[in-house]
């Protein structure tokens, strides 16, 4: 574990996690995950949210709170600001170690203690706006921000340092190595962050942007001078920059993505790639950019990351015994859980006997407000007027998305 001062008496505590294990056992993270703890230090110790049951975690928590010169029963109260097992994984363990610590949580929170890990005592459940002076000018307020991502979810706000704990809000896939703060990160650096930001929000979160926009605006009022997430760095320098990412990426469920397109594809034999190269070839034309995707090859997870902020889609599939190629029926099964909404989108495929992937995909994206243009099917290999059709429809969506305002 990794351990920094953010300021006076405020500490921020990290260890790297690289596995091939997908996180919440659906989303790979190749360039690992950081989870994060905090400690604030008044006349009495607080240590905020806890990491994952790791082999070796009693060992490192043990090293990185005696780099701080405290023990583990030196910690008066633990805040768990989102009860999600990689931040409550080791809770058993700890009480066993500090029995006395007090628990501090939402009430739903609270509830999920009980549930989850049978504990009945040294409990105390806050409620929106409530406060823990620590002492020493050290006080704690807590907001509840509810399904970002959980519905117990709260945030932790510590006045004198301005600093907000904001538990899985403003977080990131991604490693941290020895570092720990934005401003040590070079550009580039951060131009991957920021893709690892992105897949994150889109895998995890982009189904409570209302919740994200309305958090955002709830917290306002506060100057805030450091965010501290429980994953990904720590924003010291210019903390309003992952602020205005994340309204950014909120804004994206609402149709305002980036004006590009997103092509995702699945072939049998190659006759709908066939027909997707002559749609590819017509958005070429118009000078739109556009990512590809192919499944089941690449990771849904990729996928929903450019999907999610892109104005303009892409659907090649062929026909499946009659029905919807069955990857790309998963993809779209995962736009609606994740709310894929109010984008611009060409659904091209081929055929074998007879069509049926058209029904079960007007199925599949009802209640996304799509703006859909005229599906383009074909029997077989794409005959010459197919091609030239396909290739028309490329630039009328391309068009249609660079025209967008």
Known sequence: ???????????FIHTDIQTSELFQGIWPIPHGVSLNTYVVKGEKIALIDLIGDLADVPQQFEEA???????????????????????????KQFRERNPHVEIISTVKGINL???????????????????????????????????????????????TSRI???????????????????????EEEHVFFERECLRYYANIVSVFSPFVERGIKKLSGLEIACIAPSHGMVWRENPMAIIDRYLRYASYAQGKGEKEITVIWGSMYGHTKLGLDAVIRGIEQEGVPYTIYRVPEDHLSYVLQDAYKSRG?????????????????????????KHINRKTVLRIGSFGWVGGAQKEYDQAVEGLKWRTLPSVEWAGAPSAEDLSALEGQGRNLAWLIRAQT
């Open 164 to 186: 907000l704990f904001s538990c899985d809000a403003f977080g990131s896939f991604g490693v941290l190595g020895c570092r720990g703060f934005d401003d040590e990160f070079t």
């Open 313 to 337: 889609l892409v659907l090649a599939m062929p026909t499946y015994e009659y029905a919807l190629f069955p990857p790309m029926a998963w993809v779209l099964d995962m736009f609606q859980r």
């Open 65 to 91: 709170f005696t780099t701080l010169g405290i023990g583990f029963d030196a910690v008066d109260y633990l805040i768990l600001n989102h009860l999600e097992p990689d931040h409550t994984g080791w809770l």
């Open 113 to 159: 203690l009980r549930f989850f890990f049978k504990i009945d005592e040294g409990l105390r459940a806050v409620r929106d706006g409530e406060t823990l002076d620590l002492g020493n000018g050290k006080r704690l307020t807590f907001f509840e921000a509810p399904n970002i991502h959980w519905p117990e979810t709260m945030v932790t706000w510590e006045a």
């Open 1 to 11: 574990m990794n351990v920094h001062d953010i300021s006076e008496g405020v500490f």
